[in-house]
């Protein structure tokens, strides 16, 4: 890598970690380019020779924030297969309760992985929906195990179901302007949401 390119790219990854921490401390509203380019020390226009626009940067930042959960929900459910539908309900279980924390703890990045919305016209990057998929596996692995009988298209269609009603949970939950719920009732609250759904996909149509 020449020296341009090389300063090229730790003048990026210092606009990443900008907008990350600004993200971090005031969420989406927070991230203003003029002063991005004041903290990293260049000019406004300059942002634009390392990222295409603010929705790549917006994408930048939750690229990180996807490999960190990654290794999260990784960490917190084991390199074991569940060898049984008892097993996979408490990987299902444990997966929920590590996305939950995450979320508690990263509130307004994660917030922005849902609340970022393309400029009208432009479409997300196939390798910023890739990414978003990828985590799917943390799901359809115990779900296969739940559902033997069902197609890949069909576990993938209940995965994103699951993940839908988990999510809607944990979002609502943390919700401060809303009815913002206690770390525990929260956790027994989605326990019990996951438990009740892996009983009702193990039991025979």
């Not at 626009?53 to 569940?82: F, H, I, Y």
Request: negative net charge.
């Amino acid at each position: 890598m020449t020296t341009t390119a090389a300063r090229r790219e730790r003048q990026r990854a210092q606009l990443i970690d900008a907008a990350e921490r600004a993200i971090a401390e005031k969420g989406l509203a927070g991230l203003k380019a003029r002063e991005l380019a004041q903290e990293i020390g260049c000019a406004l226009g300059a942002i634009y020779n390392l990222v295409a626009d603010m929705d790549e940067l917006v994408l930048r930042v939750g690229s990180r924030t996807l490999a960190r959960l990654d290794a999260a929900l990784s960490a917190a459910e084991g390199k074991d297969t569940p060898a049984s539908t008892d097993a996979a309900a408490d990987r299902l279980v444990a997966v929920a309760l590590a996305y939950c924390a995450f979320a508690r703890d990263n509130l307004q990045l994660w917030r922005v992985l849902f609340e970022h919305r393309m400029a009208e016209g432009a479409v997300v990057p196939d390798w910023a929906v890739s990414e978003q998929m990828t985590l799917f596996r943390h799901i359809l692995e115990p779900l296969s195990v739940l559902l033997p009988d069902r197609s890949e298209p069909e576990c993938m269609l209940m995965s994103r179901t699951l993940f839908s009603a988990v999510h809607g949970v944990v979002a609502i939950g943390l919700e401060e302007k809303l009815i913002a719920v206690p770390r525990q009732d929260l956790d027994r609250q989605i326990e019990g949401l996951v438990r009740l759904v892996c009983k009702g996909l193990s039991v025979p149509d």
